[in-house]
């Protein structure tokens, strides 16, 4: 027997609304137990208006201000802490039923944003998908797009080449590695279109602008951008009596 085979039973002993997808107790109702679910931070305070993330004070970040976005706007239910990261962690690493779970976070905030009109999700290339099973972000689009009734643009854009891992390296060096990679190969239904760029995490907003940078030149209007998570924006120095 296979590790497949087990992780099937488990699922089908212990479906994923029973237990906690964090410490493991019955819940019975949801992906979370109550503890694990209040040490999940909110992205619901001060933001900025421009990426999403979570400000010091509501107005445009400091990277926003230096750097503007490709995109128009951004919104995350979720600040990026270790709690978040550990469950988005299983999420791309076999439990994907987290799906659900995560869509219906993200469809909460899309009230927060102008009204698009097709949803386009960010691209693994074909050998990726082939090692983990699926794509995470392919999974949460079609969650959105059913919620939402806003159509699939499935497979308009795709990856075309392996990166390095993107892990600790800053912006630019990730804009180095993510340079060419990202391909619109049907321009037709994104052009001159709104629309819902989806992707897990919003880190440095590298993939993020890569991805919109090619939509942009393929002719689409306008891109919005929704993330399970972001990392919060810390300013450069904060006088000792308001950290």
Do not use: H, W
Request: with cysteine; hydrophobic share 35%; net charge positive.
């Amino acid at each position: 027997m296979n590790d497949g085979f087990f992780k099937n039973l488990k699922r089908a002993l212990f479906p994923s609304d029973y237990t906690c997808d964090l410490c493991g107790i019955e819940t019975f109702r949801g992906n979370l137990c109550e503890k694990c679910f209040d040490r999940f931070e909110k992205n619901d305070k001060n933001v900025c208006p421009v990426c999403g993330r979570k400000v010091f004070r509501a107005e445009i970040c400091v990277e926003c201000k230096s750097k503007a976005p490709l995109y128009k706007q951004a919104v995350s239910p979720l600040v990026y802490s270790e709690n978040v990261k550990e469950l988005i962690r299983k999420f791309k690493n076999g439990n994907g039923y987290l799906k659900d779970y995560f869509a219906d976070l993200i469809f909460e905030k899309l009230s927060d944003l102008p009204e698009f009109e097709c949803i386009v999700y960010v691209p693994m290339t074909a050998s990726a998908i082939k090692k983990r099973g699926y794509n995470q972000t392919e999974l949460l689009a079609k969650e959105l797009s059913k919620r939402t009734g806003i159509p699939l643009a499935d497979g308009a854009v795709i990856k075309t080449k392996e990166t390095p891992p993107q892990k600790g390296l800053t912006r630019s060096e990730r804009e180095k590695n993510l340079y060419g990679c990202f391909e619109v190969v049907k321009p037709e239904i994104v052009r001159g279109k709104k629309i819902l760029l989806v992707d897990d995490i919003l880190t440095t907003g590298a993939t993020a602008d890569a991805v919109t940078g090619k939509l942009i030149r393929a002719g689409a209007y306008r891109i919005y951008l929704a993330t399970i998570a972001s990392v919060e924006n810390k300013p450069f120095y904060l006088p000792r009596y308001l950290k």
